[in-house]
């Protein structure tokens, strides 16, 4: 068989998804800290922060017709492991090969002259932290928030990323799947996303308010 004919042998989500926890409990005896991506149902991510994510992503033209190839990944349950820090992500995803592949995401910091702007734009508007993070803020907030190339979330252009998969593709599987894994990354801690962006979300709310906490914590 040439190697243009060869086709890789059907594998079955069901059969996915039990390799996947397979090796999530043999990961979890070595290192019970790891941090799985596990959903409940079919949306990858629910809040705003990070539907906002995955949004992002979707329309940019770099992405849209690759980034889709991780979904699946993500509903069986194939990111193992992913975290998020400074301007980094890390994490390991199960493909074909019995071994997970490791995938390294960076993202610049946001723009200073863009987060200037942001600032004041929020000045005023923005009442509590609770607030910020739960995604409760004017609708007009939210749309300078996701401005594509000016607000808070990054273009292709900021992202680099690379996966320890032969995969010969622009963005394999295992990338696209941590991609997608970081929106549910925020569902459960928006205030990564500010860590991973570089910026102080403490910095958007009112000036009055964060008076205030400094009182009540003196």
């Known amino acids: 068989m040439g190697y243009w004919s060869y086709y890789p042998p059907y594998v079955s989500v069901a059969e996915k998804k039990a390799k996947a926890v397979r090796k999530l409990k043999q990961l979890k005896k070595k290192n019970p800290d790891i941090k799985p991506i596990l959903l409940e149902g079919r949306s990858i991510a629910k809040t705003w922060w990070g539907k906002s994510w995955n949004l992002n992503l979707e329309r940019y033209a770099d992405y849209s017709n690759r980034i889709g190839r991780g979904r699946s990944y993500v509903r069986h349950g194939a990111v193992l492991d992913l975290r998020i820090d400074s301007g980094k992500v890390e994490s390991m995803v199960q493909g074909t090969r019995s071994k997970p592949y490791s995938v390294s995401i960076k993202i610049k910091a946001i723009n200073k002259k863009i987060w200037q702007g942001i600032k004041a734009d929020c000045k005023g508007k923005l009442d509590s932290l609770q607030g910020l993070l739960a995604g409760k803020f004017p609708k007009t907030l939210g749309e300078i928030f996701t401005v594509q ?70």
Request: aromatic content about 10%; glycine content about 6%.
């Open 149 to 218: 190339g000016k607000g808070l979330f990054p273009s292709p252009k900021e992202i680099e990323f690379s996966c320890s998969c032969p995969d010969w593709a622009y963005m394999c599987k295992h990338v696209a799947a941590t991609l997608y894994g970081i929106g549910s990354r925020l569902d459960e801690d928006p205030a990564l996303f500010f860590k991973l962006r570089k910026v102080k979300m403490k910095d958007l709310i009112t000036q009055a308010v964060q008076e205030e906490n400094r009182k009540n914590n003196s």
